[in-house]
Antibody, heavy 122, light 109 residues
Framework: QVQFQVSGPGLVKPSGTLSLTCAVS?????????WTWVRQVPGKGLEWIGE???????NYNPSLKSRVTISVDKSKNQFSLKLNSVIAADTAMYYC???????????????WGQGTLVTVSS | QTVVTQEPSLTVSPGGTVTLTCASS?????????PNWFQRKPGQAPRALIY???NKHPWTPARFSGSLLGVKAALTLSGVQPEDEAEYYC?????????FGTGTEVTVL
């Protein structure tokens, strides 16, 4: 079973950069699957941030695209999130997860990490 | 900007049936949107329930089912249990972009 371990600061200053890394265990990152970040602002709904494939191809939520970079490190079996110019509204629980894909299509976000709370505050 | 809308809240009696829906601002939801449904309880990560409209994960209880209902995706809970009280989110795919629904809070009362 795929599992995730997220690392990164739980507190980021306004205008700074939020950086999180998600280490994947129980399976290789170099498969047909994609890997994704999702967040939930307290009291609000889930928001898809973006996704990445081990090839380096990535897609982002248009509302965050100008500030987000998702990257992959195949040698460490992990992927990372960087969100620039953060504001208080970026305070959220951040989840990393797997998007299950076969050779024809991507179907679901099946395995999720436990989530890490990142607070933006001075 | 694409908006995916769900009922804000629904209440159901134990043993009853409730249907949640998921609508897209871009038009009818189809199989090409690969509708997914997730359950989220406080303090827990979302749990996948349904994928590609009506497919269940190995861990999905039999009482959960997915479908297309007119122009919307739908999640039906039959024989509702107290532990089904949670938030439910749909997820739609729009060609390189995923959008979560606004979420439905289901109360079992």
């Amino acid at each position: 079973q795929v599992q995730f371990q997220v690392s990164g600061p739980g507190l980021v200053k306004p205008s700074g950069t939020l950086s999180l890394t998600c280490a994947v265990s129980g399976g290789s990152i170099t498969t047909t699957n994609w890997w994704t970040w999702v967040r939930q602002v307290p009291g609000k709904g889930l928001e898809w941030i973006g996704e990445i494939h081990h090839s380096g191809n990535a897609n982002y939520n248009p509302s965050l695209k100008s500030r987000v970079t998702i990257s992959v490190d195949k040698s460490k079996n992990q992927f990372s999130l960087k969100l620039n110019s953060v504001i208080a509204a970026d305070t959220a629980m951040y989840y990393c997860a797997r998007i299950y894909c076969n050779n024809t299509a991507c179907h679901t976000i099946d395995y999720w990490g436990q989530g890490t709370l990142v607070t933006v505050s001075s | 900007q694409t908006v995916v809308t769900q009922e804000p809240s629904l209440t159901v009696s134990p043993g009853g049936t409730v249907t949640l829906t998921c609508a897209s601002s871009t038009g009818a939801v189809t199989g090409d949107n690969h509708p997914n449904w997730f359950q989220r309880k406080p303090g827990q990560a979302p749990r996948a329930l349904i994928y590609s409209t009506n497919n269940k994960h190995p861990w999905t209880p039999a009482r959960f089912s997915g479908s297309l209902l007119g122009v919307k995706a739908a999640l039906t809970l039959s024989g509702v249990q107290p532990e089904d009280e949670a938030e439910y989110y749909c997820l739609l795919y729009f060609g390189g972009l995923y959008v979560f629904g606004t979420g439905t809070e289901v109360t079992v009362l």
